[in-house]
């Protein structure tokens, strides 16, 4: 597949997908959006690959959707199209890919761009990483997830402040409030992506999987169902060959190999 908006690559078992469109601090045309689902559905599929990285450039991350873009659009034409879900558009693809996804966020992530970074399953962030929801200063609102996904990272206080102000947060406030996972210096984000995303494909897919899913059940349900769901989700890894391979692994002190079975 050839890609115009973004530059698509396996490093090894990691699928990786840089959004690149420099000149405009990538933001999220609907055709890059279509390519970024393009690209997660075919690693998605692609049994070579375990885990992928989303990732822009030092100056962006990306700077959200494509005010020139948009800025013509009626209501009815986002609501006809469902944007940004409708699943020819790709939206979907990231919502609901099963292999773990990585946000590498260096620069700006703003708008849609800090929606599709909080899309991922978790972010890395360079000490230049500034994430934030201005939409509210272009006469709108977050329409992918920013004002659901922010507040459950971060917490209400700080979310509706950044919903109804536009203000950044940088990278160490982003980690204090808990939005990103670590930071890292903006020369070794790449590298520590790779590896990190590089471990996760090595595990057991089908217990990353149930994993994934279990911390994503915390997110849309109360606790006593996500109770329920995480020990039927752990029961069921023991109906796994590569359970039995990881402890067996351990006691007899070697490394396990797994077979995604
Ligand atoms: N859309 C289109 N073009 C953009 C965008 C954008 N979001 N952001 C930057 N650009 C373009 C600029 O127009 C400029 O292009 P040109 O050189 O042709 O004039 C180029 O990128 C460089 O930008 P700046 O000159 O502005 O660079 P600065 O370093 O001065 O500023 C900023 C960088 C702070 C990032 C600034 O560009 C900015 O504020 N950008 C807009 C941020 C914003 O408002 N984002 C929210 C957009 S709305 C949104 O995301 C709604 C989400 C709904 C659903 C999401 C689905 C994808």
């Known amino acids: 597949m050839s890609y115009q908006n973004i530059l698509v690559e396996a490093r090894g078992a990691v699928g990786w997908i840089q959004l690149n469109r420099p000149q405009a601090m990538n933001a999220l045309s609907m055709a890059l959006i279509t390519e970024v689902g393009q690209a997660i559905e075919a690693f998605q599929t692609d049994d070579e690959i375990g885990a992928m990285v989303i990732t822009g450039n030092e100056k962006a991350f990306a700077a959200g959707a494509d005010i020139k873009d948009m800025e013509d659009q009626s209501f009815i034409d986002l609501f006809l199209s469902d944007f940004p879900y409708n699943r020819r558009d790709g939206w979907d693809s990231l919502n609901t890919a099963r292999k773990p996804i990585i946000a590498a966020v ?5 708008g849609g761009g800090c929606e599709m970074a909080m899309a991922c399953d978790f972010i890395l962030a360079s000490d230049t990483a500034k994430f934030g929801q201005p939409e ?22 700080k979310a509706m402040e950044m919903c109804l ?3 950044m947060m940088d990278a160490e406030e982003a ?6 996972s670590r930071i ?3 020369s070794e984000l790449e590298a520590e992506a790779l590896k990190v995303a590089g471990k996760i494909a090595r595990l057991s897919r089908p217990v990353v999987y149930m994993a994934k ?3 994503n059940v915390a997110f849309e349900s109360t606790l006593q169902e996500g109770l329920r769901f995480e020990r039927r989700a752990f029961a069921s890894t023991f109906a796994t060959e590569d359970q039995k391979e990881g402890m067996s692994a351990f006691v007899e002190k070697r490394k396990p190999e797994f077979k995604n079975r």
Request: proline residues 5%.
């Open 106 to 110: 260096s620069g700006f992530a703003l």
């Open 136 to 157: 509210i200063n272009i006469g709108t609102i977050p329409g992918a997830g920013g004002t659901q996904r922010l507040t459950r990272a971060v917490g209400k206080a």
């Open 165 to 167: 102000t536009g203000r």
């Open 175 to 180: 980690e204090r409030a808990g939005l990103v």
């Open 184 to 186: 890292l210096p903006v």
């Open 213 to 215: 899913e279990a911390v």
